[in-house]
Structures are given as C-alpha cells and as structure tokens.
C-alpha cells in the first residue's frame, strides 16, 4: 500500500474540514428541525408588509409623530387619540389584542371587513390571503400588550378624549 505524501495528507485533511464546514451551515445552529423554522419567514415578510403599508402610522402610538421611531413595546398598541368626521369618532385598534381571540381563518374574515375611515381596509381586502396570514403571524409574535382603545363615538356622541379633525377645510 502506498503510503500517502505530507501534500496528499494535508488535501485530505482540508478536504474533510470543507465538508464538516458545509454539514455545520446546512444543518445551521439550530439543527435541522428547528420548531418554529417553518413560519421564521412568513413571520419576517408580515414584519416587512407592515412596515411599508403603514399600519404603525396610525396603529402605533408615536410613531408617525417621531419620524417612524417608536419602542417596540408600544407596536400596534393602537390609540387613544381619535379620528373625527362625518362616521363620528373612529380609534385605531389595538391590534395585539385583537390577533390574540382569532384563527388564521377568522382573521382573512375579519382584515377584509369593512371599516369607519381613516383605516384603508380596501387595502387589507385587496391582500392576498399569505400576505394577511403573514401579518397575523407577524403580529401575534409580539404578544399581547397594552389596552383596548376606547369605541367608537357615533356622529354627533360626546367625544372624553383628544381626537384629529379629519374633513377638510378651507
Ligand atoms: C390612517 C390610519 C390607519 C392606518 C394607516 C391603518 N389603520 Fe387599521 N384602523 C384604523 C382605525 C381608525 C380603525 C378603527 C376603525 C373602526 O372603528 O371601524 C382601524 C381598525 C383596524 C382593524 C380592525 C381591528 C379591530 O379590532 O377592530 C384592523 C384589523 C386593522 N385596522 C388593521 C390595519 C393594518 C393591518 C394596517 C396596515 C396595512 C392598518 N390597519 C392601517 C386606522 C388605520
């Protein structure tokens, strides 16, 4: 048998090391069967979605008035500062709360109704259902967190707290 060179050897050697480094980054830290791996990127893309559509404007307390910034913990906590026009006094929901009582199901129900301005639920609507599913998820990953905004106030009702003026003036 032939005994193999120092070169050969040290071939082999880096060799075996290129496929323990390939075998390491497949498996990736968590293993292969890693429990939550497969709704990781659904949870990130409703993450995503959220941001650019805009829900934080209006359902993150804060975070329109300081330029996008607003501590995590106050995310889609809704708000008590309401919206007043022609539909009466509407509040932008909490949504952490509102994801926490529903399925996946309930809730392509439930984002697709129809809503008192100035929430764009034509948009929710026009989503497609794993666009929906993903902000569910996404959602629900921040946990439930703060407290229900207040009801709505009909046209005309007596309105307890800070609102916005939404028609138009001149
Ligand atoms: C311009 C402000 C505004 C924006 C932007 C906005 N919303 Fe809303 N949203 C509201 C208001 C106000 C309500 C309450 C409507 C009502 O009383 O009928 C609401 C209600 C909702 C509801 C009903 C929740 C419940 O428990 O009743 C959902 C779901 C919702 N919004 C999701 C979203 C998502 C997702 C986005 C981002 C794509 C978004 N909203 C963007 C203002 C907004």
């Known amino acids: ?3 193999p060179s120092a070169t050969t050897a040290a071939v082999i050697t880096l060799a075996a090391i290129a496929v323990a480094a390939v075998t390491v980054s497949i498996a990736g830290p968590a293993g292969p069967a890693g429990s939550h791996a497969p709704q990781d990127g659904s949870i990130s893309h409703g ?15 804060g975070h329109a008035q300081n330029g996008g910034h607003a501590p995590p913990a106050n995310w889609l906590t809704g708000s008590a500062v309401g919206f007043q026009g022609p539909w009466g006094v509407s509040y932008p929901a909490n949504l952490r709360l509102t994801v926490q009582s529903m399925t996946e199901a309930q809730w392509l129900v439930y984002a697709r109704a129809e809503r008192r301005p ?12 794993q666009d929906l599913i ?13 407290v229900p905004a207040p009801a709505p106030v009909v046209p005309g009702g007596k309105v307890s707290t ?3 003026d939404f028609v138009p003036h001149n």
């Open 1 to 3: 048998m032939k005994i």
């Open 118 to 129: 100035p929430m764009p639920w034509f948009s929710l609507r026009e989503m497609s259902d």
């Open 47 to 61: 993450r995503y979605l959220v941001t650019i559509t805009g829900c934080h404007d209006c359902h993150t307390p």
């Open 162 to 164: 800070p609102y916005i």
């Open 134 to 146: 993903d902000i569910y998820r996404y959602i629900r990953s921040l946990g439930p967190a703060g």
